[in-house]
Protein backbone atom coordinates (compact mmCIF):
# COMPACT_ATOMS: atom_id res chain seq x y z
CA UNK A 1 0.00 0.00 0.00
CA UNK A 2 0.86 3.17 -0.82
CA UNK A 3 1.86 5.69 2.24
CA UNK A 4 -0.96 8.84 2.96
CA UNK A 5 0.86 11.67 2.88
CA UNK A 6 -0.67 14.76 4.90
CA UNK A 7 0.99 18.38 3.86
CA UNK A 8 0.17 21.39 5.97
CA UNK A 9 1.04 24.69 3.98
CA UNK A 10 0.63 23.15 0.90
CA UNK A 11 -0.75 25.57 -1.49
CA UNK A 12 2.99 27.71 -1.35
CA UNK A 13 5.49 27.42 -4.02
CA UNK A 14 7.32 23.76 -2.11
CA UNK A 15 4.11 22.48 -1.13
CA UNK A 16 2.12 22.56 -4.57
CA UNK A 17 4.97 21.25 -6.15
CA UNK A 18 6.03 18.19 -3.49
CA UNK A 19 1.68 17.60 -4.23
CA UNK A 20 1.97 17.01 -7.74
CA UNK A 21 4.93 14.62 -7.64
CA UNK A 22 4.01 12.49 -4.70
CA UNK A 23 0.63 11.79 -6.76
CA UNK A 24 2.73 10.70 -9.31
CA UNK A 25 4.69 7.97 -7.79
CA UNK A 26 1.32 7.11 -6.28
CA UNK A 27 1.56 8.05 -2.87
CA UNK A 28 -2.32 9.34 -1.33
CA UNK A 29 -1.83 13.00 -0.47
CA UNK A 30 -4.18 15.05 2.17
CA UNK A 31 -4.05 18.74 3.35
CA UNK A 32 -4.35 20.74 5.89
CA UNK A 33 -4.82 24.67 5.54
CA UNK A 34 -7.35 27.51 7.01
CA UNK A 35 -9.78 26.95 4.68
CA UNK A 36 -11.35 24.23 3.08
CA UNK A 37 -10.87 23.80 -0.63
CA UNK A 38 -12.31 22.44 -3.33
CA UNK A 39 -10.72 20.25 -5.93
CA UNK A 40 -9.09 16.73 -5.77
CA UNK A 41 -7.34 16.53 -2.95
CA UNK A 42 -9.07 16.47 0.32
CA UNK A 43 -8.65 19.62 2.37
CA UNK A 44 -9.12 19.65 6.03
CA UNK A 45 -9.16 22.58 8.26
CA UNK A 46 -6.90 23.91 11.37
CA UNK A 47 -7.08 27.53 12.78
CA UNK A 48 -3.17 28.04 14.09
CA UNK A 49 -3.95 30.77 16.59
CA UNK A 50 -7.46 29.61 17.96
CA UNK A 51 -5.81 25.73 18.57
CA UNK A 52 -8.19 24.00 16.12
CA UNK A 53 -7.83 20.82 14.10
CA UNK A 54 -9.49 18.60 12.36
CA UNK A 55 -8.55 15.08 13.64
CA UNK A 56 -10.38 13.37 10.30
CA UNK A 57 -7.13 14.56 8.53
CA UNK A 58 -5.26 12.18 10.14
CA UNK A 59 -7.12 9.02 9.27
CA UNK A 60 -4.50 6.59 7.41
CA UNK A 61 -1.53 8.81 7.40
CA UNK A 62 1.82 7.61 8.23
CA UNK A 63 3.89 10.72 7.36
CA UNK A 64 3.13 14.41 7.77
CA UNK A 65 5.10 17.17 5.68
CA UNK A 66 4.81 20.52 7.48
CA UNK A 67 5.24 23.65 5.17
CA UNK A 68 3.48 25.69 7.41
CA UNK A 69 4.66 29.35 7.88
CA UNK A 70 4.20 33.43 6.57
CA UNK A 71 6.39 34.83 3.60
CA UNK A 72 9.37 35.80 4.72
CA UNK A 73 10.04 38.22 2.29
CA UNK A 74 5.94 39.10 1.68
CA UNK A 75 5.41 42.31 3.76
CA UNK A 76 7.81 44.32 5.26
CA UNK A 77 9.21 43.88 8.56
CA UNK A 78 6.74 45.63 11.22
CA UNK A 79 6.76 44.34 14.78
CA UNK A 80 3.85 42.76 14.71
CA UNK A 81 4.99 41.30 11.15
CA UNK A 82 7.72 40.00 12.99
CA UNK A 83 5.54 38.12 15.49
CA UNK A 84 3.39 36.42 12.60
CA UNK A 85 6.22 34.97 10.47
CA UNK A 86 7.65 33.60 14.03
CA UNK A 87 4.27 32.00 15.78
CA UNK A 88 3.29 30.81 12.26
CA UNK A 89 5.68 28.66 12.61
CA UNK A 90 5.75 27.70 16.45
CA UNK A 91 2.32 27.75 17.01
CA UNK A 92 1.80 25.84 14.12
CA UNK A 93 4.39 22.83 14.74
CA UNK A 94 2.99 22.92 18.82
CA UNK A 95 -0.59 22.54 17.47
CA UNK A 96 0.44 19.02 15.60
CA UNK A 97 2.42 18.24 18.39
CA UNK A 98 -0.52 18.65 20.71
CA UNK A 99 -2.82 17.04 17.76
CA UNK A 100 -0.78 14.08 18.08
CA UNK A 101 0.00 13.49 21.84
CA UNK A 102 -3.74 13.61 22.22
CA UNK A 103 -5.24 11.53 19.50
CA UNK A 104 -5.08 8.03 17.85
CA UNK A 105 -3.16 7.94 15.16
CA UNK A 106 -0.73 6.09 13.09
CA UNK A 107 1.61 8.80 12.54
CA UNK A 108 5.50 7.66 12.30
CA UNK A 109 7.53 10.18 10.17
CA UNK A 110 7.05 14.54 10.59
CA UNK A 111 9.44 16.00 8.49
CA UNK A 112 9.17 19.98 8.15
CA UNK A 113 10.45 22.56 6.33
CA UNK A 114 12.94 24.86 8.16
CA UNK A 115 15.51 26.86 6.23
CA UNK A 116 19.51 27.49 5.78
CA UNK A 117 18.62 31.09 8.20
CA UNK A 118 19.14 28.98 10.85
CA UNK A 119 22.92 29.72 10.68
CA UNK A 120 22.66 33.30 10.05
CA UNK A 121 24.66 34.86 7.80
CA UNK A 122 28.50 34.11 6.46
CA UNK A 123 31.41 36.11 6.30
CA UNK A 124 34.23 35.02 4.24
CA UNK A 125 35.11 31.87 3.71
CA UNK A 126 33.36 30.38 6.19
CA UNK A 127 31.29 27.66 5.42
CA UNK A 128 27.73 26.46 7.59
CA UNK A 129 27.30 22.88 8.22
CA UNK A 130 24.63 21.23 10.47
CA UNK A 131 26.91 21.02 13.38
CA UNK A 132 27.33 24.85 13.34
CA UNK A 133 25.41 26.80 16.03
CA UNK A 134 22.86 29.29 15.16
CA UNK A 135 23.16 32.86 14.60
CA UNK A 136 21.38 35.32 16.19
CA UNK A 137 19.56 37.61 14.18
CA UNK A 138 16.23 37.95 13.30
CA UNK A 139 15.83 35.11 10.99
CA UNK A 140 18.42 32.76 13.02
CA UNK A 141 16.59 33.17 16.02
CA UNK A 142 12.98 32.08 14.06
CA UNK A 143 14.41 29.39 13.09
CA UNK A 144 16.04 28.12 16.15
CA UNK A 145 12.59 28.45 18.03
CA UNK A 146 10.89 27.02 14.92
CA UNK A 147 12.96 23.67 15.08
CA UNK A 148 12.77 23.23 19.25
CA UNK A 149 9.18 23.02 18.39
CA UNK A 150 9.70 20.03 16.21
CA UNK A 151 12.21 18.95 18.23
CA UNK A 152 9.36 18.03 21.24
CA UNK A 153 7.42 15.26 18.36
CA UNK A 154 10.49 13.32 19.30
CA UNK A 155 9.10 12.46 22.70
CA UNK A 156 6.33 11.20 20.80
CA UNK A 157 8.21 8.65 19.20
CA UNK A 158 7.94 9.67 15.94
CA UNK A 159 11.46 10.28 13.60
CA UNK A 160 11.67 13.83 12.96
CA UNK A 161 13.71 15.14 10.01
CA UNK A 162 13.97 18.89 9.39
CA UNK A 163 15.44 20.07 5.98
CA UNK A 164 17.16 23.58 6.32
CA UNK A 165 16.16 25.21 2.83
CA UNK A 166 18.39 27.31 0.96
CA UNK A 167 16.87 30.20 -2.20
CA UNK A 168 14.66 27.31 -4.16
CA UNK A 169 15.00 27.99 -7.65
CA UNK A 170 11.58 27.32 -9.75
CA UNK A 171 9.75 29.08 -12.74
CA UNK A 172 6.70 28.84 -10.84
CA UNK A 173 7.71 31.50 -8.10
CA UNK A 174 9.75 32.48 -5.24
CA UNK A 175 12.83 34.07 -5.40
CA UNK A 176 14.60 33.33 -8.87
CA UNK A 177 11.50 34.82 -10.49
CA UNK A 178 11.78 38.30 -8.64
CA UNK A 179 15.63 38.21 -9.37
CA UNK A 180 14.40 37.58 -13.45
CA UNK A 181 12.14 40.51 -13.15
CA UNK A 182 14.33 43.85 -13.31
CA UNK A 183 16.79 41.81 -15.63
CA UNK A 184 14.42 40.65 -18.39
CA UNK A 185 13.21 44.70 -18.06
CA UNK A 186 17.26 45.34 -19.21
CA UNK A 187 17.55 46.76 -15.50
CA UNK A 188 19.50 43.65 -14.41
CA UNK A 189 22.06 44.96 -11.76
CA UNK A 190 24.13 42.83 -8.57
CA UNK A 191 22.71 43.98 -5.38
CA UNK A 192 24.99 45.34 -2.77
CA UNK A 193 28.59 44.22 -2.76
CA UNK A 194 27.59 41.71 -5.51
CA UNK A 195 29.42 39.15 -3.51
CA UNK A 196 27.26 37.83 -1.14
CA UNK A 197 26.73 33.78 -1.37
CA UNK A 198 23.90 32.21 -1.98
CA UNK A 199 23.19 28.74 -1.15
CA UNK A 200 20.63 27.29 -3.41
CA UNK A 201 18.95 23.94 -4.38
CA UNK A 202 16.46 23.53 -7.67
CA UNK A 203 12.61 22.73 -6.87
CA UNK A 204 13.00 19.01 -8.38
CA UNK A 205 16.23 18.37 -5.94
CA UNK A 206 14.36 19.66 -3.25
CA UNK A 207 10.85 17.95 -3.99
CA UNK A 208 13.04 14.10 -3.87
CA UNK A 209 14.68 15.30 -0.86
CA UNK A 210 11.69 15.99 0.66
CA UNK A 211 10.28 12.33 -0.33
CA UNK A 212 13.53 10.79 0.69
CA UNK A 213 13.01 12.24 4.32
CA UNK A 214 9.50 10.78 4.30
CA UNK A 215 10.80 7.16 3.17
CA UNK A 216 14.38 6.59 4.54
CA UNK A 217 13.97 5.70 8.16
CA UNK A 218 17.48 6.36 8.57
CA UNK A 219 17.70 10.16 7.97
CA UNK A 220 16.88 12.16 11.77
CA UNK A 221 17.43 15.12 12.90
CA UNK A 222 18.65 18.56 10.83
CA UNK A 223 19.51 18.46 6.88
CA UNK A 224 20.70 21.49 4.87
CA UNK A 225 18.53 21.25 1.70
CA UNK A 226 20.88 23.09 -0.71
CA UNK A 227 23.46 22.03 -4.02
CA UNK A 228 26.23 22.76 -1.80
CA UNK A 229 27.41 24.96 -5.07
CA UNK A 230 26.99 28.35 -3.84
CA UNK A 231 27.43 31.35 -5.91
CA UNK A 232 27.66 34.90 -5.42
CA UNK A 233 24.73 37.85 -6.43
CA UNK A 234 26.61 38.78 -8.82
CA UNK A 235 27.41 35.12 -10.45
CA UNK A 236 23.78 34.37 -10.25
CA UNK A 237 22.37 37.96 -11.63
CA UNK A 238 24.67 37.21 -14.71
CA UNK A 239 23.96 33.91 -15.14
CA UNK A 240 20.12 35.08 -15.45
CA UNK A 241 21.15 37.51 -17.69
CA UNK A 242 22.63 34.89 -20.20
CA UNK A 243 19.79 32.52 -19.97
CA UNK A 244 17.11 35.41 -21.09
CA UNK A 245 19.56 37.03 -23.45
CA UNK A 246 19.67 40.61 -21.35
CA UNK A 247 22.68 42.51 -20.21
CA UNK A 248 23.46 43.10 -16.69
CA UNK A 249 24.51 46.46 -15.82
CA UNK A 250 28.26 46.79 -13.98
CA UNK A 251 26.35 49.21 -11.63
CA UNK A 252 25.41 47.82 -8.24
CA UNK A 253 22.17 48.53 -6.67
CA UNK A 254 23.43 50.49 -3.20
CA UNK A 255 23.06 48.86 -0.08
CA UNK A 256 21.66 52.02 1.97
CA UNK A 257 18.82 52.14 -1.31
CA UNK A 258 17.84 48.34 -0.36
CA UNK A 259 17.63 49.54 3.38
CA UNK A 260 15.10 52.48 2.92
CA UNK A 261 13.15 50.54 0.58
CA UNK A 262 12.89 47.47 2.58
CA UNK A 263 14.42 48.32 5.75
CA UNK A 264 15.84 44.97 8.05
CA UNK A 265 14.15 42.80 5.85
CA UNK A 266 16.94 43.74 2.88
CA UNK A 267 19.36 41.60 5.09
CA UNK A 268 17.96 38.59 2.95
CA UNK A 269 19.08 39.82 -0.35
CA UNK A 270 22.92 42.10 1.05
CA UNK A 271 24.25 39.08 2.89
CA UNK A 272 24.59 35.56 2.83
CA UNK A 273 26.06 32.20 3.49
CA UNK A 274 27.90 29.22 2.19
CA UNK A 275 26.39 26.04 3.17
CA UNK A 276 27.34 22.48 2.72
CA UNK A 277 25.36 19.23 0.94
CA UNK A 278 27.71 16.82 2.84
CA UNK A 279 25.40 15.82 5.22
CA UNK A 280 22.63 14.81 2.85
CA UNK A 281 25.31 13.04 0.06
CA UNK A 282 26.38 11.16 2.69
CA UNK A 283 22.85 9.20 2.70
CA UNK A 284 22.77 8.33 -0.63
CA UNK A 285 20.97 11.78 -2.04
CA UNK A 286 22.23 12.40 -5.31
CA UNK A 287 21.04 15.74 -6.85
CA UNK A 288 19.80 16.17 -10.26
CA UNK A 289 20.98 19.87 -10.66
CA UNK A 290 24.59 20.44 -9.15
CA UNK A 291 25.44 23.56 -11.43
CA UNK A 292 23.74 27.06 -11.33
CA UNK A 293 24.03 27.00 -15.15
CA UNK A 294 22.35 23.70 -15.55
CA UNK A 295 19.40 24.34 -12.91
CA UNK A 296 18.67 27.36 -15.06
CA UNK A 297 18.25 25.86 -18.50
CA UNK A 298 15.86 23.60 -16.80
CA UNK A 299 13.96 26.14 -16.56
CA UNK A 300 11.52 28.64 -17.97
CA UNK A 301 12.65 32.34 -16.84
Known amino acids: MSKKILITGASGLVGSHLTDMLQQQGYQVVHVGRTKRAGKISTFVWDVNAG ?29 RKREILESRTKSVALLNKVLSTTSHQVTTFVSASAIGYYGFGFGDEVFTEDTKPGTDFLANVTKQWEEEMDKIQQLSIRVVKLRI ?33 SWIHIEDLGAMFLKAATDETL ?11 VSNKEITKAIGKVLNRPVWPVHVPAFVLKLMLGEMANIVLQGSKVTADKIKQTGFEFKYTTLEAALKSLRL
Open 220 to 230: RGAYSAVSGNW
Open 166 to 198: GIVLSDKGGALTEMAKPVRMFAGSPLGSGKQNL
Open 52 to 80: TFDVQALAGVDTIINLAGAGIADKRWSTS
